[in-house]
């Protein structure tokens, strides 16, 4: 079974770069057919998709975050890392890895708050 760990900051300044790492055991981030995406959660909103990083490396993000996400990936580590750039209070959330083969498995989540 695919176990997934959320890390990183639980508070970031606005305008800053919001940085998570995922940790992934049970596969390799480089199997084939496997897709590793970010979901978050804002406080009583629901779920956003927020990209996607397959297996091969490519990557599909949300239109409405393009210009500011990136994630990439460490496969020495089997990690891989959402980055949020110019971040504001409307990105406090919980957020969640999740990896994706057939069905989906989900890191536990973590909160990140922006906030000065």
């Known amino acids: 079974q695919v176990q997934l760990q959320e890390s990183g900051p639980g508070l970031v300044k606005p305008s800053q770069t919001l940085s998570l790492t995922c940790t992934v055991s049970g596969a390799s981030i480089t199997t084939n057919s496997y897709y590793w995406g970010w979901i978050r959660q804002p406080p009583g909103k629901g779920l956003e998709w927020m990209g996607v990083l397959a297996y091969t490396g490519s990557t599909s993000y949300s239109p409405s975050l393009k210009s500011r996400i990136s994630i990439s990936r460490d496969t020495s580590k089997n990690q891989f890392t959402l980055q949020l750039g110019s971040v504001t209070p409307e990105d406090t959330a919980v957020y969640y890895c999740?990896?994706?083969?057939?069905?989906?498995?989900w890191g536990q989540g973590t909160q990140v708050t922006v906030s000065s």
């Open positions: 999740t990896g994706a083969l057939g069905g989906t498995d």
